[in-house]
């Protein structure tokens, strides 16, 4: 018991890896040994796997309320192994369908609730007729459904959205519509907004999907600009889908749209969906029902809304495995416990100030991107720093996704183990712990993907893919003990 609580209470050191496996990792500490209930049901799930087995529907159940609780209401109804699973338009076509179809516009309804004395078939062509008039789509969003992007989100690793990708590889494996993209940069008028929105509906668009921080350059969407696309979609009967699977609770809120700044007057025009994932442990579809378009659908009961998501769930069985799902709740309880979203903002000073005190170019407008502990920057300052960043390869910015320990959050402990000169011995014991176990550096530091063992610095545990690119630019590494 007492090694238990050793390694429960244990506060690791923060180290120079910002990868995080590309921001899956919230905490140095894993969620079994962080959380004592969490590590209880695990302990439970390794004696007796059968009788947590058979709490699989409550805790998935605890999940959800815990979810909605900490997340303002939004729901998690649909949940997948990947974040691109959730955004393909057939799935949020379905899932918005179902959801209108099981409402209480439907339910409580004399007129459109299912009758016993006639055929099903009548029923459902009743219920499909009146949800189609209530999100004004036509058998194109039912046959060929598409998303408006916004260009400079950085899509998904597959399905219609990777056709927005920057990397090739991503855009040979693109498959379906072509999403609509929309250049915000170029700073559109509400009026021209408004006539790309409707051209795009007209076309078989059903929602604009979003990020409100940029995963190619760190550019976080202006306050102005959210408020526009929120203000387009509700004229054209659009879904609003925010993609948070990096930003939630990296960026100084629960989602980053909850930030103070995108809601300064009232909240009755809510994203309606919300894509989530990563350091979540889950991914998925999150439903809020102040939304754009879902406020139309008359939830106003949270039984009603769990009503509706089990039905959509029983379209699926075992929508994620008890392992996954165990460490999930791990995860959220405690994000609540610790108040994670309000110490990313802690953590994004602090890093935020090393920089500009090492980098002083860096205090230039824009050298320095994101929001809270979502940090966005030059390759070369990441380079000469010597962290470890989530890369594009064709993009010059990389992003530093730090740890949310409560380490990070001191100066001194970060300049000892991560920035400065003395972190070479922090560095050397991580190395040899790796050569120890025969592991070796996962990403390669210049281009973000595996790298090898030949290419590996074990002074500073950095190391470089076989890419010849990547090699030459290794070549001419500073070290950190030079």
């Not at 408004?194 to 078989?204: E, N």
């Not at 960043?389 to 730090?402: E, K, M």
């Not at 592991?439 to 530091?445: E, H, K, N, R, V």
Request: hydrophobic content about 45%; overall charge negative; glycine content about 6%.
């Amino acid at each position: 018991m007492d090694s238990h609580n050793h390694v429960h209470n244990k506060e690791l050191l923060p180290d120079h890896d910002f990868h995080s496996a590309w921001g899956c990792t919230y905490s140095a500490r894993g969620a079994i040994d962080n959380d004592p209930q969490t590590r209880t049901l695990w302990l439970q799930y390794l004696s007796d796997p059968s009788s947590v087995e058979r709490q699989f529907h409550v805790l998935l159940g605890s999940y959800t309320n815990l979810f909605a609780d900490f997340f303002g209401s939004y729901y998690p109804i649909s949940l997948h192994a990947h974040a691109t699973d959730a955004l393909l338009p057939t799935t949020i076509a379905s899932l918005i369908l179902n959801t209108v179809a099981t409402s209480p516009l439907i339910l409580e309804s004399e007129e459109l609730r299912p009758k016993g004395h006639e055929a099903p078939e009548e029923t459902g062509t009743r219920i499909r007729d009146f949800s189609l008039a209530l999100l004004g789509w036509t058998e194109a969003h039912i046959e060929a459904p598409n998303f408006i992007a916004i260009e400079g989100i950085y899509g998904a690793g597959f399905g219609p959205l990777a056709h927005t990708s920057k990397e090739w590889e991503v855009q040979a494996i693109a498959a379906g519509p072509r999403p609509v993209v929309v250049n915000m940069k170029a700073q559109p008028s509400q009026e021209d907004l408004d006539a790309q929105f409707a051209a795009a509906k007209a076309r078989g668009a059903i929602g604009v999907v979003f990020d409100m921080v940029s995963t190619e350059d760190g550019t976080v969407l202006p306050p102005v600009q959210y408020a526009q696309l929120k203000l387009a979609a509700q004229r054209n009967r659009l879904l609003v889908v925010v993609d948070e699977t990096m930003t939630a609770i990296r960026c100084g809120a629960p989602f980053a749209f909850q930030r103070a700044e995108y809601n300064p007057v009232s909240t009755d025009m809510q994203p309606d969906l919300v894509i989530f994932g990563k350091g979540l442990g889950i991914s998925g579809v999150a439903i809020g029902f102040a939304g754009v378009m879902t406020r139309s659908f008359a939830y106003k009961q949270r039984a009603d809304i769990l009503q509706s998501i089990l039905y959509w769930r029983a379209l699926v069985s075992r929508p994620i495995r008890l392992p996954v799902l165990i460490e999930a709740l791990g995860v959220l309880r405690v994000a609540h416990a610790e108040d994670w979203p309000t110490r990313s903002m802690a953590i994004g000073e602090t890093v935020r100030r090393l920089v500009y005190e090492l980098e002083p170019e860096t205090k230039a407008p824009g050298a320095v991107r994101g929001l809270g502990a979502m940090i966005a920057l030059h390759r070369d300052v990441a380079m000469r720093l010597r962290i470890q960043s989530a890369i594009r390869r064709r993009s010059p910015w990389v992003r530093w996704l730090p740890k949310l320990d409560r380490g990070c959050v001191d100066r001194d402990m970060m300049m000892r183990h991560v920035f400065g000169k003395e972190s070479a011995e922090r560095r050397k014991a991580l190395a040899e712990e790796a050569e120890s176990v025969g592991t070796m550096p996962l990403w390669c530091f210049i281009c973000g993907i595996q790298a090898t063992e030949e290419a590996w610095c074990r002074k500073c545990f950095l190391g470089v893919c076989a890419n010849e690119v990547c090699l030459e630019a290794f070549g001419s590494h500073a070290c950190i003990e030079k």
